[in-house]
Each structure stands twice: as C-alpha cells, then as structure tokens.
C-alpha cells in the first residue's frame, strides 16, 4: 500500500466504483493527507498480495480502507456472525458466547458494528481478549461509513475497542454518512472477508438475510442457529435452513465448516453460578427453553406465586435468567 492510494481512497466519498469526488484546494488536500497520516489509514488494492479478500468474487472493492491497531487479524480464519437489530435475549447471548468462543480458538469475528447481534459478537470477541493477549485473532468491525463516522453513535467505546483490538474496514471515504443503500453494499465485504458466515437470529427479510446471500453466491458455508417459529427473529434463520445452510447447534460446529478440530471450548458457554434451589430448578425447567410471564411459570411448576417470585430472584442473580420486553428470559 502506497500513501498517495491511502489518500486518493480515503478522501472519496462517493460509493463503491464511482469517480473520485472533487477534493478541492491544495490547501484541503494537505490537511487530508495529514488526516490519513495521523489516523494510520491503510489501503488495500485489489490484486495486490496482501489484499484480504483472495478469491474474484463478484463486485469486489477495487479499494479497501482499514484502521485499527492489530491488522494481523486478517491473517487468521474469519468468521462472520450477523443477525437482526431486533434480537432476543437469547440471540444476544448466543452472539456473545459464539464471539468468545471463536476468539478462543484463534478465528478472527467479522460484524457490521450494528446494534444487536452484530455488536453482541464483536463484545464477546473484546471480552474473551485480556489486555496482556498477544492474540493473532481479533474483531473487524466491516462499516458502511467513512472510517472517521461512528454508527450508530451510541457505539462510540464499541468502534475504539474494536480499532485497539482488531481493526475497522471499509470502502468510502471520511465523512461518508449512514445512507441507507450503503449497508446492503457493505454486507457483500462482509462476506467476501469471511470464510463462513453465521447468522445467529435473522427476520424474514434484512441486512443478515442479504448477507448471507453474498456468502452463497461467493462460495462461503452458511451457518444459521434454530430458533422457534414463534420467534419473528428467528424466521429468516429457519428459511435459511430450510433452504440448505447448515444448523448450528454448538460453536465447534463453526470449527469443523472453518476445516480446524473443534479446539476451545467444546459447547456454548453457560451462565456460571452456585447450584440452584428446588424451586429455582423447576422454574428453570418450565420455561421450557422460551419467555414467560411469571403467572405462566407458576402454572407450568406448579408453585404458588410468592415461591415463583423467589426462584426468579435467585434465578437472575446467579446468571440464568433476566427481565427484558415485559417478560423473563431463560440463560
């Protein structure tokens, strides 16, 4: 990578393909420089031997952005996790432990830094990395943005861990704003990145489902966790396996489609805790794996109310279920 490519590709702000915008006087064009500079902008070129993306899949930027400390992450196995912003509980936990776990076993975790599912994978990566790891895997954020654009702002600390970590990608120059079109742009780098693409929880229509798409039609695995069919945010997951991606049951199942021996951990990591109560025990049991109203967990054990009440108490401090959207969720 070359500093005047780092420059010319940072400095556009038009879309994937289009000509250069204007860049205006030379004194802008200093002070743009000297921002590419200071932020550590590095520039991929399609056909050069350290670009990411090694095979000619279609639509390929002719140009990728990266910032970030830890650009050795690239070099890792990559998986991308995706799913909805409207997740469940359960989808979030399942996001979070999969990141970990991955990221135990040395597989780097391509998102889109969005809300929900995406930013749940990118915690669980951050999270199983101490401060002293010298890890070689890591998190890459993929962005629809210029680099210098957080979205959604609220994930302001999510992108700064991310870029100390791992790194920050994308394909627009600085100042690029949240335009609609640009996100299902952005999910065909986010496959072409990934050697196999998990969807975690995924509604019948969106970016995740669009994702996976690009995987399929990229040669990528797809992966997709089960959900319930009363779930509306497991419908596209359930169409996606219906219509062939394989199920993930447990992370070791992303291991064996990576080609790697199911290292790390060997199942989806549990909630830690002291045993539990009698009364915890049924009430654990009669969510039946699903949310419930307290009257409807009551019903299913059997207990009175006020012991309900009390299982639930000890049930949320040690970890195994929580109060989200009127009702309680079992972890």
Known sequence: ???????????????????????????????????????????????????????EVPLRPPVLLGEGDVPGVLDAPRVAIVGTRAATPHGLAD???????????????VSGLAIGIDAAAHEGALDSLTESDDAEAGPV???????????????RALFDRVRRRGLIVGEVGYGAGPIAWRFPVRNR???????????????????????????AQYGRPVLAVPG??????????????????????EPSDVLLALGLAAGGRPGWIGP?????????????????????????????????????SGALRELERAGRAERSRGLLWPR
């Not at 990934?194 to 690009?214: K, L």
């Not at 359930?238 to 991606?245: M, S, T």
């Open 189 to 215: 780098i986010i496959a072409a990145l990934a050697d196999v693409v998990v969807v975690v929880e995924a509604t019948a229509s969106g970016g995740a489902r669009i994702t996976a798409e690009y995987a």
């Open 272 to 308: 830690p805790g002291a045993a539990l109560s009698a009364d915890a025990r049924a009430v654990r049991h009669a969510f039946g794996g699903e949310p419930a109203t307290a009257d409807q967990l009551a019903g299913r054990s059997g207990l009175p109310p006020e012991r309900v």
């Open 141 to 155: 954020g993929v962005v629809a943005t210029g680099l210098d654009v957080v979205y959604p702002r609220r994930h």
């Open 95 to 109: 996001a979070r432990d999969l990141g970990s776990a991955l990221t135990d076993a040395g597989v780097t975790v």
């Open 1 to 55: 990578m070359g500093a005047r490519q780092a420059f010319a590709a940072a400095t556009r702000r038009d879309g994937a393909g289009a000509p250069p915008a204007r860049l205006g006087p030379a004194a802008n064009l200093c002070a743009a420089a000297a921002l590419v500079e200071r932020r550590g902008t590095r520039a991929w070129i399609s056909g050069d031997d350290d670009y990411p993306i090694h095979d």
């Open 228 to 249: 319930s069919r009363r779930n509306p945010a497991a419908a596209g997951c359930n169409a996606l396996l219906a219509d062939g991606a394989h199920p993930l049951l």
